[in-house]
């Protein structure tokens, strides 16, 4: 004879796992982790010095200014890069990023034409 014993109880089941698919692209609720992508090294832009030469003919006084209007200096500062051009030949005014170091070139030297002086203003890269 069978046994008419009623079913055990259905347990609740217990809820699944979450899985994790890759992303789909449709916005859902999935997860993916990604590798964190390796940063390009960052190289620093090349940087350039622009310099005064010296010449036997602009005046002092307006090698002090230029380098005051120019490149920011006092006038003390100024005038003690002037005086380093004039007896060394040369003497660095500032260093900047090539497209501002290549403008105080131009400003400086259409500056010096238009007061009749042959001072020479020259950027060249540094490092
Ligand atoms: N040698 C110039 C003079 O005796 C002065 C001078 C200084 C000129 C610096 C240019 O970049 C210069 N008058």
Known sequence: MKSMATPPPKLPVPPKAPVFKPDDGMGG???????????????????????LLNDDYTP???????????????????TQIMLKIHL???????????????????????????NGHPLQCVCEPIE
Request: glycine share 6%.
């Open 88 to 114: 060394d030949g040369k003497g660095v005014c500032g260093v900047f990023s090539k497209d501002v170091a290549s403008t105080k070139v131009d400003q400086v030297t259409e500056a010096a034409r238009k």
């Open 29 to 51: 609720d999935s997860a993916v982790m990604e590798r964190r992508p390796k940063r390009a090294k960052t190289v620093p832009p090349q940087m350039y010095q622009v310099a």
């Open 60 to 78: 002092m006084e307006f090698v002090v200014v230029v380098i005051q209007e120019f490149f920011g200096k006092d006038r003390e500062t100024a």
